[in-house]
């Protein structure tokens, strides 16, 4: 199964909002309502984000949020702040018991 | 607090074996479906493997499928990962996470190295 489209990179100033797309296939984005997304700092484990599409683990801040349209998942993060630079991965249930995550993207706070 | 802390990682010889170890804390093992994933240095999240709550139900990636072997002591709350056959491109961190949102990964632990060079 091909990895999930993601841009490479993405950038805002504080304050401002950055969306993130994550393109899939019917097979499994478009297909199941299971796409998560995964914050990254270097060097450390990912972070669990948003999950179920659009729901927020405890202690995530309401300044993350996720949406879906078709094969597209979308995460979104308004009012950036500078802890906000990370590497966000998103990943979706692909049928036959397998997930598969995004190519991820690099997102800066200018 | 929820802590899952790997080991067993390091360098190995192509075709060579590894078995790395997920020790799990402050939750309930027991109840949970565990999963194993894997990062190339500088590359993207690949998912590995997964196991339910009493070790029935047990998936795979084709990559890794007929070399990996996934398996969970729940009496001491460990997960563990065998691989046999390695290749260099096994070569990453792998980390094991905790199945505690449907079809997602809510902790992960810091994961360790395997590097398979000869």
């Known amino acids: 199964q091909s990895a999930l489209t993601q841009p490479p990179s993405a950038s805002g100033s504080p304050g401002q909002s950055v969306t993130i797309s994550c393109t899939g296939t019917s097979s499994d984005v478009g297909g199941y309502n299971y796409v998560s997304w995964y914050q990254q700092h270097p060097g450390k484990a990912p972070k669990l984000m948003i999950y179920e599409v659009t729901k927020r683990p405890s202690g995530v801040p309401d300044r993350f949020s996720g949406s879906k349209s078709g094969n597209t998942a979308s995460l979104t993060v308004s009012g950036l702040q500078a802890e906000d630079e990370a590497d966000y991965y998103c990943?979706?249930?692909?049928?036959?018991?397998?997930?598969?995550f995004g190519t991820g993207t690099k997102v800066t706070v200018l | 607090e929820v802590q899952l802390v790997e080991s067993g990682g390091g360098l190995v010889q192509p075709g060579g074996s590894l078995r790395l170890s997920c020790a799990a804390s402050?939750?309930?093992?027991?109840?949970?479906?565990m999963f194993w994933v894997r990062q190339a240095p500088g590359k993207g999240l690949v998912w590995v493997s997964e196991i339910n709550s009493d070790g029935s139900s047990i998936n795979y990636a084709d990559s890794v499928k007929g070399r990996f072997t996934i398996s969970r002591d729940n009496a001491k709350s460990t997960l563990f990962l065998q691989m046999n056959s390695l290749r260099v491109e096994d070569t990453a961190v792998y980390y094991c996470a905790r199945g505690g949102q449907p079809a997602a990964f809510d902790y992960w632990g810091r994961g360790t190295l395997v590097t398979v060079s000869s």
């Open positions: 402050g939750f309930t093992f027991r109840s949970y479906w």
């Open positions: 990943s979706s249930y692909g049928g036959s018991n397998n997930y598969v």
